[in-house]
């Protein structure tokens, strides 16, 4: 099994938590006993009267309450369904980050947002999406490639608001290339409209000094307001999707997931389609 915080892989056994480690330990005494015992027939282990001995006060040392944490996800590599603190992690069954499908749903919430024309609160949306997903996966390689501290530091604080040395970075540091398959034009369009959110958000849509100089948009002017369309959003929305898909190709590249339960779940599926 793949731990969801941390993606170590070993044993299931070393999961268990102490608990599950008695209770499997008493199973197994228990069996002992029986097969040493001069005993001919049918044995049982009654649990039912482990049941009723848990509804006591004092319940059984190797009694374990099962807990639904914060996040419940089926795993649309592998089918895996996974139960775990927090929002973001990896599967147990394939080891693939649900960071993706994460961004996925947000961006359905994002495109009705557009559909009912809130254009600049879906496009705040989109971009702070982008920067909670890359920040995950960027505190997931800072934990798992070697490096040095200071750089380790400072790709655990790294913000994706300031898209384009976020892209840099990634393509020198790890060859992820987030504008993979973009063109020039919409490279720029993306890391205009990432600048725009901070527009909106901050400064109540009116143009400022900084936004003219990062973005390079001479279309508009200082306290000059700005607004989105339908058009532009989805544009948004859809470039965000690509560079998504780009930072999890390269992602998984450098981290397999688990080849066999992703392939089982593709026969599954391809079966599903032909009957």
Known sequence: MTCPYCAVRTGTHNFLTDAQRKYVASCCERFEEIIRSDFIGESVIDMDAIADAVAEEKKPEFYYAEQRQQKYFTCTACRGENDILGRYGYCSICGTHNGFQEIEADLVAARARIAAEFYEGALSDVVSAFDSFARQLAKQLAARVPMRAKRKAALERALFHNLKPRAEELLAAFDID??????????????????????????????????????????VRPKQRIRETSESTSHAANLIETMGRNFKAGFDEMFLPVETPIRYEERRKQMMRQS
């Not at 720029?188 to 958000?201: D, P």
């Open 178 to 219: 987030l504008f993979e398959n973009l063109k020039d034009d919409d490279v720029a369009f993306i890391t205009r409209m990432f600048l725009r959110r901070h527009v909106y958000e901050h400064n109540g849509g009116e143009v400022d000094e900084r936004y003219i100089k990062e973005s390079g948009d001479t279309t």
